[in-house]
């Protein structure tokens, strides 16, 4: 099975505090990881690596094979945990600015997302909720043909109907040669999709595995398992 | 490097249009305050004119200067201290090229406002006499008209090296102690040393202007050329700083 991540031995100081800890982690070809830990864990710090928002202070970060550099952000799609983009662009102004430096950006996917999700190109993004906010940048981020999906929070502060609406996108969008990280605490809401899950606490990976061979092995759910690990903190 | 281009050119677009429609109202409101001095010789219209020819001058000069400086494309306030930096982090572009790309738009901004008041400076030289009768003021336009162009130059140069100056010390401080203890103090001494310097190399652009100019105009060319490898030290200073440190 070909790898779309490999991650080896990863660690992120923050001055002396440590926000990963030799983290080790692989992803193959179309598979969807859950991340999973509570608040300061490490989850996000994680992503931006990949992402190449953040440098790391040791280890290795391969996606497709290649170290995270330009060409990486060439392959991963990133969907950040708040707002990114200018407030006085319209949606229409969004989709143009992906078309312009990313080559794989599809601008009709992106319009039937924008119809899917129910969004008005020519509105601002000053002018939009929090939930249209979150829908319009999924929308943008799954309307390229990316290798890598990485969605932090995709969920958060979003109502149960926006919701629904993200994991239907998640699932609808999602093909056999791409992978997916989400980052969540609502596991519960997201958990049938997920393939593998990955359990971060204190810069650790704490568990990790195929999410129905845990479910068997532990005889219970992903939430359940996530509360029963979580819940001493 | 043209996707840069084109998406800087398109987010600050409306903005330079604006700006320089409010720029222009005022060099003419200026020149029609002066022509009205001209035809009625009252102490009140002199006044208002040289309120006018005062607005416009520090305009043209600082104000220009200040917008396309901390509100241009060439800034890296939107990249380094707001959500926007996220999304310009993750574009599969090289830092060389990004910040290329917005201090080239940068400076297309200023050369636009600047060249808005070329246009009105030429016509206050142009005619000269008449608003120096408008002012009271005994003043010679045509001897500055050899400096022009020098003058032109300088200013640009100086522009440039500005945006990198800020651009690096913006790029230093994001780098190393935006999550330090008192970081808000460290940025501010940051910019004290930023801004002695650029007093200081300012200073010496003028007084060599102003001394040696008419005798030794070399000089200015190679005060100019050491400005610009000065700007092109910090540029790459600031690409390597934003590649390798700057943590969003």
Known sequence: ?233 | MLSVLKQEFKIHKKNIFITSIIFAAIYLCTIISMHLSGLFESEKNQDISALWFGLSVGLGYIGAFFIALFKGSGSMNDILFKDTGYLIKTIPVSSWKLILGKMIIGLFEFIVYFALYLLFMTFIFHCGEEIALALSMDIQFNDFSKEIVVLCVGIIVLFILIQSILNFSFTVYTSFTKKVKYSKIILAIIIYFLFSFVVELTGAFLNIIDFNLIDDILSVWILMGIFIVISVILYIGTCLLYDKKVNL
Do not use: W
Request: proline residues 2%.
């Open chain 1, 1 to 233: 099975m070909e790898k779309i991540l490999e991650i080896t031995n990863l660690t992120k100081k923050y001055f002396s505090k440590k926000a990963l800890k030799n983290v080790n982690l692989s992803l193959d070809k179309g598979r969807i990881l859950g991340l999973m830990g509570p608040n300061g864990s490490g989850k996000t710090s994680l992503l931006k690596i990949i992402a190449g928002l953040q440098h790391s202070n040791s280890g290795e970060v391969l996606v497709c094979g290649k170290k995270i550099g330009t060409e990486t952000k060439k392959l991963v799609s990133f969907l950040p945990d708040k707002n990114v983009l200018y407030p006085y662009m319209k949606a229409i102004d969004a989709i143009n600015f992906f078309q312009n430096y990313y080559d794989d950006f599809d601008v009709n996917k992106a319009f039937e997302l924008l119809d899917f999700m129910k969004l008005d190109k020519d509105e601002k993004v000053s002018s939009m909720s929090k939930g249209m906010i979150e829908k319009l940048n999924l929308s943008l981020t799954f309307s390229r043909n990316a290798k890598l999906f990485v969605l932090d929070e995709p969920l958060g502060g979003v109502d149960p109907v926006a919701r629904e609406k993200i994991i239907s996108t998640i699932i609808k969008t999602y093909n056999e040669d791409s992978s997916i990280i989400i980052s969540t605490h609502l596991v519960n809401d997201v958990e049938s999709i997920f393939d593998d899950v990955c359990f971060i606490d204190k810069g650790e990976i704490v568990l990790c595995g195929s999410a129905e061979q845990l479910r068997s092995e532990k005889n219970c759910s992903i939430d359940k398992l996530y509360i029963e690990t979580f819940q001493n903190n």
